[in-house]
């Protein structure tokens, strides 16, 4: 029996702020020289799919250049192999994907041509490994239209989760869709198992009615009462790293020498797109502890409970604590950055401190639902002027200069955004 992939990659991820202003979620890296991408994709691999459409849509030209033809994840081949699949003009639509399932429907001549029989559908933006055959096995066992992945999460968590009532034999009796009242704690991870066929029938069937059609609001609800649909308990590490706080706190779990995650293991690898570069290097004062520092880096000051990607620089007398340094990073001599998530190419001026104070509560003044756990956050290019004090929870977007900093003087304070 053929199957195919299908990876939800097209999202926004707008609550990662300024770390997906110029690139969908799925290609914020991750764990200094991943992508989120890189776990779907090698899943689908490791579980021996070799047929592989990665659906775009949001800021997709670093998605696609981290991807090109796949062949860190032994997917450029003659026949099958990945198939980056965006939005297009046609004579009788013109359109961007509308949701989750529409970004399918749009693409069923791709599923047709691939001849497959199952589709096993993805999305990019989660950490977690998986075995697909497994899931695969049970739903052609079952004879099922559709089998889709759960896993129990906590009760205060369950309004962020499409809701999946089932019988004694797992059967699905009712889904609900990000309810605040939830009668189960039984939660939809996004990994679904169509026969493609009825897969098929049931967008056609729903498309005129939903220009946003989607599989949690419409395509699954459609189908508990005449559909034969399954849950796949799955009861291994699975996070969604959709905020700044959950990408913060996996990060550290990633160092914290109890991490859950292991990409360690060699029989079930996590395959990415990697530059050439030197070893690092640790000078003769460097001290690091709990950390995980990327090829390229050279470090000659502090280091602890941190990740550092390829080729970042820190200078002597500088320190970096609990924090996420992207690529090509600069710390400047007696920098102390804490607590942060500093996106690529950004410079640090030297004496300055970055997450500073203790009022980690204070919340981001123009976006406090997002920005409040204490996690200071700046973009991509961004040039901070030495000897500064900033405070917690602040932003500082994009290609920002030291001009900047003016306004504030010598104190930028925690809750202040910078750009």
């Known amino acids: 029996m053929r199957v195919v992939a299908l990876i939800l990659a097209g999202g926004a991820g707008t609550r990662l702020g300024v770390l997906s202003e110029h690139r969908a979620k799925p290609a914020v890296p991750f764990a200094g020289r991943f992508r989120i991408i ?5 899943n689908c691999v490791n579980s021996g799919i070799y047929d592989v459409g990665v659906l775009t849509q949001y800021l997709p030209r670093s998605l696609n250049d981290h991807i090109g033809i796949g062949r860190p994840w032994d997917l450029d081949r003659t026949f099958g192999g990945v198939r980056l699949l965006q939005p297009y003009q046609g004579r009788l639509r013109q359109q961007w994907y509308g949701g989750t399932a529409d970004a399918v429907r749009q693409n069923i001549e791709y599923l047709r041509e691939t001849r497959a029989e199952t589709v096993v559908i993805l999305s990019g933006d989660h950490i977690y490994k998986m075995d697909y055959r497994k899931m695969v096995k049970v739903h052609e066992e079952r004879h099922a239209d559709l089998t889709l992945a759960v896993m129990n999460v906590l009760p205060e968590e369950t309004s962020r989760f499409g809701i999946v009532l089932t019988d004694e034999e797992g059967r699905v009796t009712g889904f609900l869709e990000k309810p605040k009242d939830a009668p189960s704690t039984l939660a939809n991870m996004g990994v679904y198992v169509f026969n493609v066929n009825v897969l098929i029938e049931r967008m056609q069937a729903l498309a005129s009615d939903h220009d946003d059609l989607d599989f949690g609001k419409h395509v699954i609800p459609s189908m508990v009462a005449g559909g034969r649909i399954f849950t796949y308990p799955f009861e291994g590490y699975w996070v969604d790293v959709g905020t700044v706080d959950a990408y913060w706190a996996t990060s550290m779990e990633l160092v914290s020498g109890k991490a859950q995650l292991n990409l360690y293991d060699q029989e079930w690898i996590i395959h990415t797109k990697s530059e050439e570069r030197a070893p690092a290097k640790v000078g003769p004062q460097a001290l690091i502890q709990q950390s995980m520092i990327c090829n390229g880096c050279t470090v000659r000051g502090q280091v602890t409970r941190s990740i550092l990607s390829p080729g970042v620089y820190v200078s002597p007398g500088a320190i970096v604590r609990e924090s996420v340094i992207m690529n090509d990073t600069w710390i400047g001599p007696g920098a102390v950055v804490d607590r942060c998530i500093i996106d690529k190419g950004v410079v640090v001026g030297g004496g300055t401190r970055l997450g500073h104070g203790d009022d980690y509560d204070t919340p981001n003044e123009l976006e406090p639902s997002r920005f409040y756990t204490g996690p200071t956050l700046v973009g991509k290019r961004a040039h901070i002027r030495g000897n500064l004090v900033i ?20 104190v930028v304070p925690s809750g202040a955004t910078v750009g």
């Open 38 to 42: 890189d776990f779907t994709l090698s």
């Open 391 to 410: 405070g917690r929870n602040v932003v500082i977007e994009t290609d920002v200069d030291e001009d900047a900093f003016e306004k504030f003087g010598d």
